[in-house]
Nanobody, 128 residues
Framework: QVQPVESGGGLVQAGDSLRLSCAIP????????MGWFRQGPREEREFVAA????????DYADSVRGRFTISRDDTRNTVALQMNGLKPEDTAIYYC?????????????????????WGQGTRVVVSS
């Protein structure tokens, strides 16, 4: 089974930054539309950010727009989530996910149901 692997989580203070990274061992990511979701105190996995198969389009949840940036690296081996201006409400387990059904290279997906492969998550804790 294809399983993304996340890294970069940690404990930070409000206003700090973190950069999360996602990779799928043995594969490049340019064949997948990718997304980041998080699960916090709400106990519901919620959409954070998404990027199209070739990186031409991005989408963000309203709660993170302007603070978070999703991107692909130059080698297409990783997808990053740069998180700036972190807030306590950003505290969550962050999951990287891949869509294997993205026939169109410019499509982005914002629903859990849209994705097929999920990482185990990386923990982000933001203290006030």
């Amino acid at each position: 089974q294809v399983q993304p692997v996340e890294s970069g989580g940690g404990l930070v203070q409000a206003g700090d930054s973190l950069r999360l990274s996602c990779a799928i061992p043995g594969r490049t990511l340019d064949n997948y539309a990718m997304g980041w979701f998080r699960q916090g105190p709400r106990e519901e996995r919620e959409f954070v950010a998404a990027i199209s198969r070739t990186g031409g389009r991005e989408d963000y949840a309203d709660s993170v727009r302007g603070r978070f940036t999703i991107s692909r690296d130059d080698t297409r081996n990783t997808v990053a989530l740069q998180m700036n201006g972190l807030k306590p409400e950003d505290t969550a387990i962050y999951y990287c996910t891949a869509n294997s059904r993205s026939w169109y290279t410019d499509s982005v997906y914002v629903r859990v149901h849209d994705y097929d492969y999920w990482g185990q998550g990386t923990r982000v804790v933001v203290s006030s």
